[in-house]
């Protein structure tokens, strides 16, 4: 039996400059909808389907087939698990962003009632409508039920093994490749042979491996929610104690597909906020990866915002990025100290976010992907 051997991907990588002033150019239309639905499914269900589709699996081909019939089969089967993966992992994504909702607006709701506003136990947010006890009932159902679904897929364990074959030398490797010339390039304290490593905070690693081939000039302090390694610290970064002195402080930080993890468009500003009392200010970089639909394909979010909210950071100068085909990536440097760059908020403004959440692309297709500074 002859199987059609796959097209090889055309699209062409694109490449942008050192600049702060360049526009995406990118133009996808992919969209972050979610078709992943494994109602019933179980976490075993859904790690032997993955397992069956990983490519070690499909070289199971008879061994009368043909070279090319066991090459084809595999690419095949590589792309079936590549596409199991992706709908695990965004499906993953579309409950951990809806429980974020469901619990902001409770919280929301105790916040208020705790300082008398909106009275009577419902909320009502500024100038919106009024969150009643049903609509609480209601998200407290959703809540529970999410969870479930989440268990049901394998929960946050399940979601990093499919990230981790994400990251799989057959499909590309970890993000750190794109950094390490970015860093070599224009890093003034880089100096290989004689410097003192530079410290890297890896937030959010899968592996605690990806910076080990560079260790005798980059010394990586992985850490995650959930580590799927021993030599990955578990941490939540946003309690992650700050650096008391200079000598504490990280050269470089990494947020690689961290920031779209996190399901509250507030937390993921703080999360960005929160990086800047890490680094070391007039040279830390922020190393930042998201997913290019974030960047190219949303209603509330493109380029040119992220630039302005960075900069609004400390982060003034960005100092290189690249658009590819699937992860748009970013390194920025803060050039601010935080003290100086935002953490102060006149009164009048204090429950006014600097950047709010605002609709810049009113088109259809598009994925509501957002992040608000506060
Ligand atoms: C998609 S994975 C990213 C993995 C890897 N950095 C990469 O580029 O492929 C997102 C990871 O971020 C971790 N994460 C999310 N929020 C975090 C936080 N507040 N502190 C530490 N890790 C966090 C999750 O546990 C998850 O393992």
């Known amino acids: 039996m002859a199987i059609k051997k796959p097209k090889r ?45 990983t490519p070690s699996g499909a070289e199971t081909t008879s061994s009368t087939s043909s070279l090319l019939t066991i090459k084809s089969s595999k690419a095949v089967a590589r792309k079936k698990s590549s596409m199991a993966t992706a709908q695990l992992i965004r499906r993953y994504h579309t409950l951990n962003k809806e429980l974020s909702q469901c619990l902001a607006r409770i919280d929301a709701s105790t916040n208020s009632s705790q300082s008398g506003n909106g009275g009577g136990g419902g909320y009502q947010r500024s100038q919106g409508p009024r969150y009643t006890a049903q609509q609480k009932a209601n998200d407290l159902a959703r809540i529970a039920a999410i969870r479930q679904e989440m268990d049901d897929l394998g929960g946050l364990d399940m979601y990093q093994k499919a990230s981790t074959l994400g990251q799989s030398k057959q499909r590309g490797g970890d993000s750190s490749k794109w950094l390490i010339p970015v860093i070599e390039s224009c890093h003034p304290q880089l100096d290989k042979k004689a410097g003192k490593p ?39 970064f946003l309690e992650m104690p700050i650096p ?3 000598d504490d402080l990280f050269d470089i930080v990494c947020l690689s597909l961290v920031v779209n993890f996190v399901g509250d468009p507030a937390q993921r500003g703080e999360i960005l906020r929160h990086s800047t009392r890490f680094l070391v200010p007039g ?55 935080p003290s100086s760059s935002g953490d102060k908020k006149s009164k009048k403004t204090v429950n006014q976010p600097l950047f709010p959440k605002k609709m810049r692309h009113d088109k259809p297709n598009r994925n509501n992907f957002c992040i608000v500074l506060a």
């Open 9 to 53: 991907s055309t699209a062409k990588r694109r490449r942008v400059p050192v600049t702060a002033s360049l526009p995406p150019t990118a133009t996808s239309t992919t969209t972050s909808q979610n078709s992943f639905t494994p109602a019933g499914s179980s976490s075993a269900d859904s790690l032997s389907v993955l397992m069956a589709l």
């Open 198 to 236: 530079l410290r890297l905070l890896d937030i959010g690693a899968l592996s605690p491996h990806n910076y080990q081939k560079y260790s005798s000039w980059i010394k990586a302090t992985p850490i995650d929610l959930n580590p799927q390694d021993p030599l990955i610290t578990k941490m939540d």
């Open 244 to 246: 008391t002195t200079k």
């Open 283 to 337: 040279t830390g970089l922020l190393y930042l990866v998201l997913p290019l639909p974030c960047i190219d394909n949303s209603r509330y979010m493109d380029h040119e915002l992220l630039v302005e909210m960075m900069a609004a950071l400390g982060y003034t100068t960005l100092v290189s990025h690249h658009l590819a085909k699937k992860l748009a990536y970013y390194a920025f440097r803060l050039d601010v100290a």
